[in-house]
């Protein structure tokens, strides 16, 4: 009996071990990265701010960290993952709004017309947005995200959206927190398409997560007490947007930021102004092969501003191709 | 030299266990609440949603607590503290600006005539806020609030403001957060005003803290980038606000709710349509003679629907006057 316990124990054991097998063997907290400057600096940064004997040395309260989400802890092409999820919701809401096969922009997302979509620019897709994403209550519209997860999948690997992740991205998630920073989203995508999935995913409390959003209201409904989800913007969690969201919701400068756009040049800039020692990491999408190669001309995710930036102040960039081993999770399982 | 270095680390223990004696003598994690309905209710209710066994369990990070904060962490008698602040920095502002002399509700403050004062209502509070807490950085309003703190004394205690809080709530926040609830305020109060000093004397960390603000932006200006404060509301966190914020600020409807008034009705409806089991905690101003008494006709902290719905619900309430030992910690050392 001792010995089936025995054997079930070491079992498990090894199924915890198999998960992040280098980690385990060699004791190194980032092992889908590439030995070079983006690792090592990462690295030294974390050492100094949390070594007291060292100068840099920050306080635990003081290690907050924000990341970006599309294009920096997931992947954002060929389009953002919410518009394919907004598409699928206008296909899916059609039939009880048949005013919409001859209302743009949602005839042209009927006609599976993307190019006439996106003539309407930022304002059609807001009104898209409007129409899939307001009018229900946030259970319904949490519900509507988590079943379109389940069922989803991205049109060039044929995997659920999540599953687009980042694996580098997730061991500096961990390994920061394994180092009290306090780890945040700061994302110009829907605060509310996130909080669905990514505490599983990246680790990350729903309250940890700001993104854009739109009004809502508390009524008393016919189930009860509700928050209904209005037609009206509140909030867009994009360029300067970011840092007041970053004011108004964690109330405290970063001392560690990660992005990949121009979008997130100005937290950059907010957290490079920290009179703590600071850390602005940028993610350059530069493989092909694995994931996309893409920025100053970019129309998603452009890299452009912040890519001269980040050259001139020595801002870290990583080098998709050459500095990470593996880009998704899925990819360690498949070796 | 061993006999002095145990000596030291004695009085070092000695030092640790006098803040909280009874705790640490009888194991009562409540030792400033008399036994009754509310601490028993208190205590039969964390035991069955953190008893796996139980089948009111609820996991952890469901297990979310809020908290209103005047009158319900700190006193709010004579007035609003924030008004006391708001009254001090129009004097110590007025030499800048020597139109208040002659320009309401500006000049009644100057004159100490809080009655005038009074008769502007809301809109003419709102005016001397916007005029004394924008137009400057988030710094710079920080290091304000701060400065007023360590200086301002309370007229009836003449203490500093934040030594008014109540003891029976800080072992509640302690205890909730013993038992892996995270904590958080939900209070009208200006957010930026109680980010400076909640931390230290809650435990609660800046991004858990949700309360009334004005619009920023984020520029860079001569000193760098910064978060410059505009004469604008931006959010009020009260009455039907508070859902709305516990919803945007933490996307997860708490299981726990604290508070005083009718302010936080909705906050407590809210709770209550919680599937999971939740508990709501209105604490009643019964002691005129520690504290203040007042309720149904109060024009601060008012408290008269929400103290019809608590009985006709079931919802617990705190009797101050019977249920709690000491009612400030100040009172403990003084003992």
Chains 1, 2 share one sequence.
């Not at 319904?140 to 687009?164: C, G, I, M």
């Not at 854009?212 to 928050?227: A, L, Q, R, Y």
Request: proline letters at 5%.
């Amino acid at each position: 009996m001792k010995y089936l316990i025995s054997i079930i124990l070491l079992l498990a054991l090894w199924g915890c071990t198999t998960t992040q097998p280098e980690a385990v063997e060699t004791g190194d907290p980032l092992p889908s990265w590439n030995e070079g400057q983006a690792k090592e600096a990462i690295l030294y940064f974390v050492d100094a701010v949390t070594n007291e004997q060292s100068g840099g040395f920050v306080p635990v309260p003081d290690r907050i960290a924000v990341f970006d989400n599309d294009g920096n802890l997931w992947s954002e092409q060929p389009a953002y993952f919410q518009l394919f999820f907004t598409i699928d919701k206008v296909k899916a809401m059609a039939a009880d709004h048949p005013e919409w096969y001859s209302q743009q922009p949602f005839q042209s997302i009927l006609e599976d017309d993307l190019e006439t979509l996106a003539s309407y620019g930022e304002h059609g897709l807001l009104e898209v947005v409007m129409g899939t994403h307001a009018g229900n209550t946030a259970e319904e519209f949490e519900a509507d995200v988590a079943q379109w997860l389940s069922t989803a999948r991205h049109p060039r690997f044929d995997k659920p959206y999540n599953e687009l992740v980042y694996q580098p991205m997730l061991e500096l998630l961990d390994y920061l927190r394994d180092n009290e920073f306090k780890t945040f989203i700061v994302s110009g995508g829907g605060v509310d398409f996130m909080r669905v999935w990514v505490e599983e995913v990246y680790g990350i409390p729903r309250d940890q997560v700001i993104g854009s959003s739109i009004k809502t209201e508390f009524v008393i409904g016919d189930n009860g007490p509700e928050i209904r989800r209005l037609p009206e913007l509140d909030f867009i969690d994009d360029k300067e947007g970011k840092p007041v969201g970053i004011n108004r919701f964690i109330g405290r400068k970063p001392i560690f930021c990660s992005g990949n756009s121009d979008g997130d040049l100005q937290m950059m800039q907010y957290t490079d102004s920290n009179e703590d020692l600071s850390f602005m990491l940028y993610l350059h999408h530069t493989d092909a092969e694995r994931e996309w190669a893409y920025d100053r001309e970019s129309h998603i995710g452009r890299l452009d501003k912040g890519l001269d930036q980040a050259i001139e102040k020595g801002w870290t960039v990583i080098d998709m191709k050459t500095d990470w081993k593996v880009v998704y999770p899925f990819e360690l399982s498949a070796n």
